[in-house]
């Protein structure tokens, strides 16, 4: 099962790959005859849409970064997901085992039941099954927030592609004196001026 998976996630990447790779094309051939009408301008090029971004993400994860033609994020994020999948089968497991030995330990009525953990206590059994729900429980949380994660990472991505980067906007850090008083007395020390020029 895990291979078909893996096959079909790399077919459809293969083919998004190529769709991204005609609308290159198609708006590279476009540009002169824009630019032949007159109409061509920064805000004619068609610009990573966000909510599209989000949608993708949210139905299939990783879909929004290969929208945004970020190819390299969805293997990080598939084996985010990988990893979370195998601690909470690992930590199920172990509940499981615990949970046994738990219920052969204080359930008198079937002593046929065979305990995994015959060499600890009551105690240590209940510590230790109440441990692997606990963590099991808390890696399905945090696939939750991985899975959220990478719809907002596909929506910030979009939106950044419409962030102005030109030379006309500045970051200037100068270095300035800093005045302060401590304890009645003024000093002077280093300091930094930061300012923005649009």
Request: glycine letters at 6%.
């Amino acid at each position: 099962m895990p291979l078909r998976l893996v096959l079909f996630l790399s077919l459809w990447l293969s083919v998004l790959k190529v769709q991204a790779q005609i609308q290159s094309e198609i708006l590279q051939d476009s540009i002169p005859e824009l630019k032949k009408r007159g109409i061509f301008n920064h805000d004619s090029i068609p610009w990573p849409n966000p909510k599209i971004a989000f949608k993708l993400s949210a139905i299939l994860p990783g879909a929004g970064q290969v929208y945004n033609k970020g190819y390299w994020k969805p293997p990080i994020i598939y084996a985010g997901f990988g990893v979370f999948s195998y601690l909470i089968l690992n930590h199920h497991a172990q509940f499981k085992l615990y949970r046994s030995s738990y219920i052969a330990k204080t359930d008198t009525r079937s002593p046929i039941r065979t305990d995994p953990y015959p060499q600890f206590n009551v105690n240590a059994v209940q510590l230790q099954r109440n441990f692997h729900r606990q963590s099991r429980d808390m890696m399905f949380l945090m696939g939750a927030v991985w899975y959220a994660l990478n719809i907002v990472e596909a929506f910030v991505d979009a939106h950044m592609k419409h962030f102005d980067v030109s030379e006309e906007i500045t970051l200037q850090v100068t270095p300035a004196p800093l005045f302060y008083q401590s304890q009645g007395t003024a000093h002077l020390g280093p300091g930094l001026r930061v300012g923005f020029r649009f």
